[in-house]
């Protein structure tokens, strides 16, 4: 099978590193639904987590194709970087907006690996998709902003030191667009008693470490305020499209241990007296979810291509994202279906794969919502929402 292998030197040492945590490893933590502290520290030791820190901060100050590089090397050895992915591209909303003073607070000791920043909260239960909608709010009091309200499906928030967090801080009926009175702040949750900050975990169907988080008059000094006040949307916006591309790397890190595994055990399992993929009937799902991971990852590759040139590719972001899910979802079902009763049991690690990969149909956007912005913003349709 041809691999793309740009950052040949990166890979091969994510992927030494990603050799010392097996199958067993990850189906342990699995079984219990707990952290991957290890795996975690280790990637964190290694530099890879903070590869988009500028090396005036202390980080590796390598480019998006690198960090690109490192999370699909992750995926590809069977491993998850759910568990740390946020840190790249959540440290960016501090790098790109915040003031001097909190990147040099900041960003050196969690380049260090010192300080964690792994939680990003901005999804709340009534307002969903619907971002401009979310009611959490932040209100000035002396030289503190007081924040009220809920948040849900945050994740690693009991993983992490820091919580980037959108809120309200100008009441809707005193904006002129949904969109603005939001604001972003930098929550140190080791400073939060528990009564103003609670955390709840939400067991899922795979093992994520996701959160709600309830917000009852919790302070945040005003310093922790990113950027401006009332601009945190566009923010938070400013961020997507390597966040898509990140997560497109993974869903292509997926899709290629998919593949790999049915081709592996194609050969090998024999029915009938011959490879069971010698029937074009196993060979053929397996070709064509090849050729759907090929498609996605030339498409992520021109996103990666133009975000480097400094460009805006909001539509290869998007679509990057959403062919690689859907490359890396259609994998995982074939995958299944080549170990025919196999494809079930624990110890193939498949079954496990399959319900991690098919999250990124949902979060952190949904395939709607990706379809929703080609039609709106590139082919010129009327907005639907
Ligand atoms: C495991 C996990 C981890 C997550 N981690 C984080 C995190 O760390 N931080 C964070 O902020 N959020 C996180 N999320 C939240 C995630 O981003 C949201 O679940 C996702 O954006 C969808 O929002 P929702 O669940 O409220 O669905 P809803 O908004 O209720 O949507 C439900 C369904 O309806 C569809 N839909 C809604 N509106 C429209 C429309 N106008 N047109 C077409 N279809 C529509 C959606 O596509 C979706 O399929 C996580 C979610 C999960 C499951």
New binding site residues.
């Given amino acids: 099978m041809k691999y793309e292998q740009s950052h040949p030197e990166i890979r091969d040492a994510v992927a030494k590193l990603c050799a010392d945590f097996p199958g067993e490893y990850w189906r342990k933590l699995d079984r219990a639904q707990a952290y991957p502290t290890e795996f975690v520290t280790a990637l964190t030791d290694a530099g890879f987590l903070s590869a988009l820190i500028p090396e005036e901060f202390g980080g590796s100050g390598l480019t998006l194709s690198a960090a690109a590089a490192i999370l699909e090397e992750i995926h590809l050895k069977g491993c998850n970087a759910a568990a740390c992915h ?1 840190q790249m591209y959540t440290m960016g909303t501090l790098l790109r907006h915040g003031s001097n003073v909190q990147k040099q607070t900041y960003l050196p000791e969690i380049a260090k690996g010192a300080l964690r920043l792994q ?5 709340e239960p009534s ?4 971002t401009s909608a979310l009611r959490t709010t932040a209100v000035l009091d002396g030289d503190d902003y007081v924040v009220n309200g809920q ?6 928030t009991q993983h992490s030191d820091l919580m980037i967090l959108l809120c309200r801080t100008t009441p809707l009926d005193q904006v002129a667009k949904k969109t603005q009175g939001l604001s972003v702040l930098l929550v140190d949750m080791r400073e939060a008693d528990e009564k103003s900050l609670t955390i709840r975990p939400i067991r ?1 169907m795979m093992n ?1 470490a ?1 959160t709600e988080v309830f917000f009852d008059n919790l302070r945040v000094p005003a310093k922790n305020l990113i950027g401006q006040e009332g601009k945190g949307f566009r923010y938070i916006l400013s961020g997507m499209n390597a966040e898509r591309i990140l997560i497109a790397s993974e869903c292509i890190g997926d899709a290629k241990w998919f593949i790999k595994r049915a081709c592996d055990y194609g050969r090998d399992r024999k029915v009938f007296g011959r490879p069971i993929a010698q029937n074009q009937g196993v060979q053929f799902p397996i070709a064509q979810a090849y050729a759907k991971m090929r498609s996605a990852e030339l498409m992520l590759h021109e996103a990666i291509r133009l975000y480097e040139a400094g460009e805006n590719p909001g539509e290869e972001a998007n679509l990057a994202k959403m062919l690689a899910a859907d490359a890396s979802w259609a994998a995982a079902e074939m995958c299944v279906q080549t170990h025919g009763g196999f494809g079930f049991a624990e110890e193939y690690d498949i079954e496990r794969k399959f319900r991690e990969t098919r ?1 990124y149909q ?8 990706i379809l ?1 912005y080609l039609a709106e913003h590139v082919l010129d349709l009327p907005r ?2």
């Fill in positions: 946020a939680a990003f909260a901005v999804t307002s969903g998709t619907d948040k849900i499906w945050i994740s690693r899922t994520h996701t999250l949902v979060a952190p956007i949904s395939t709607n919502l929703s639907s929402y």
